[in-house]
RNA sequence: GGGAUCGUAGCUCAGUCGGUUAGAGCGCCUGACUGUGGCUCAGGAGGUCGUGGGUUCGAGUCCCAUCGGUCCCCCCA
């Protein structure tokens, strides 16, 4: 069969058996994030394309040439590329901030980047994401990753399948010295440098640190701590001895300086050992102090996460964690005979109501097929309906485990089914 | 955006140096007491071999283009 029309390049449709899987880490996700006192939001999809170019940086490979821009008139728009920017103008524009303390939001979101689709990278992506508004302290920052590390945990992923990589980028304040310290390291080896890098050399020079291809020359590079101003430096410092006294294993990685433009302090990402391929970062995220204020709010400390969704499903799969099987019927009923029909379905729709998961064929198929349906189905009992059942008001159970069967009055069904479940 | 690789039934794949009606397994449908499943057996449906050109007496097999999938670079979740 041609197909005359598919799912575009890079999305996908979930089937219900995946479907399973989703809603099993959906479930885990709003629980867990339940216990650590956040709520849910659910903003557009569709956003102010400024909104990111703001954000996220106009700069940024995210914004230049990944956002899918939509034109209408004279506004433009975008799909979401990232999560963390609809959230900050949400706790703008409902004035979340006025009642002082902490907010904590949490959410699960599609998201959009238009790149050539590869392993755990897709056009349509899904991110569970978590931010925290209002608090400067270094226990935010504790406590945000050690909520991701025991989610990932929670899911049977172990421990040692997990990397989690940290980093701080300092602030405006002295993130430009160091940001000329790079520069000045990279202008000394300009020439061992890929062009691209030569080309950040101008725009944003920490992004030397994690191209891959210059990886052997920027070992070299300085790295940050120096030149952390006494705020930058106690904060990571703070952090570091708080993620010991949590047992929260971690390794510093002075090269993650992260894509996105609005990131301060404290960044760090979370990469598989399994399942992932090339793109094996199951999470990143970190703080960033400066942006609810650049986007129009009060100066306001912030931090988030946004985990894969599809890359934790596909790391789940690859290290065989638990993942749920789909649950079984509990009742097939069967007709034999047309006459049967309607009173199955009136029989299907009592049990159903009593809360036992309950099909039956729609087709006219023959009792034959209807049991095989109900074997199929994994259903336990067969609920049978016949003209001797009707004329008595009865229907012959049958045990599909057991073999047994009994005559039980059609008003009794659904509690003796219930009893021996 | 650049690159590699693949594209035969719903799924997983076979198809020999180009040769006649394109196969298997699984799945699906029907039947083996005209009111009863799982196993077994017997039948059956389902493919313009991604698409379009070309070479040839003849193309699923060779060539070109195109469209998709997968993976890699880039970048990031």
């Known amino acids: 069969m041609e197909l005359k029309y598919r799912a575009l390049e890079g999305m996908h449709d979930i089937l219900p058996e995946q479907s399973l899987l989703w809603q099993y880490v ?57 999560g963390t920017a609809p959230v900050v103008r949400a706790y703008l524009e409902h004035g979340l901030y006025s009642g002082g303390g902490v907010q904590k939001l949490y959410y699960i979101t599609p998201f959009f980047r238009g790149e050539r689709p590869q392993k755990g990278r897709y056009r349509q992506a899904h991110q569970f994401g978590a931010e925290i508004f209002g608090a400067a302290s ?99 410092e703070g952090l570091q001895s708080l993620l010991k006294a949590l ?39 970190g703080r960033y102090d400066g942006l609810v204020e650049d986007l129009g709010g009060p100066p306001t400390p912030a931090l988030g996460v946004g985990i894969g969704v599809e890359r934790t499903l596909l790391v789940l799969q690859a290290l065989h964690a638990p993942v749920p099987t789909p649950p079984p019927l509990d009742v097939f ?11 199955a379905l009136q029989i299907a729709q009592q049990l159903r109501r009593a809360a036992l998961a309950t099909d039956l064929d729609l087709e006219g198929r023959s009792p034959k097929a209807q049991m095989r349906l109900a074997n199929r189905n994994g259903a336990r009992f067969a609920v049978l309906l016949g003209e001797m059942e009707l004329a008595q008001g009865i229907a012959t159970v049958k045990d599909l485990h057991t073999h047994e069967q009994h005559a039980v009055s059609q008003r009794e069904l659904s509690s003796w089914i219930k009893t021996r479940l």
Request: charge should be negative; aromatic fraction near 10%.
């Open 26 to 82: 959906e479930s885990r996700w709003r629980e867990h994030c339940r216990r650590y006192g956040y709520g849910e939001i659910r903003t557009p999809i569709l956003e102010s394309a400024e909104l990111f170019e703001r954000s996220v940086g106009e700069t940024s490979d995210i914004v230049s040439k990944e956002m899918y821009v939509l034109q209408r008139g004279e506004e433009r728009y975008a799909l979401k590329p990232e």
């Open 138 to 236: 270094p226990l935010a920052d504790a406590e945000l990753l050690c909520m991701v590390m025991d989610f990932f945990m929670s899911l049977g992923l172990p421990a040692d399948a997990l990397e989690l990589r940290l980093n701080t980028i300092g602030c405006p304040e002295c993130r430009p010295a160091y940001r000329e310290a790079v520069r000045n390291f990279g202008s000394e080896n300009f020439n061992r440098l890929c062009k691209n890098c030569q080309a950040r050399l101008e725009r944003n020079p920490l992004r030397i640190l994690d191209c891959k291809e210059c990886f052997e020359i920027t070992a070299s590079a300085p790295p940050i701590d120096p030149y952390l101003c006494d705020d930058c430096r106690a904060h990571f």
């Open 247 to 285: 047992e929260v294993a971690y390794v510093r990685d002075h090269r993650l300086v992260r894509g996105l433009d609005y990131y301060t302090r404290t960044t760090f990402e979370v990469v598989a050992s399994q399942g992932l391929g090339a793109q094996n970062a199951l999470c990143g995220g």
């Open 333 to 343: 009923v069967v007709a034999f005979g047309d006459a049967a029909r309607p009173v």
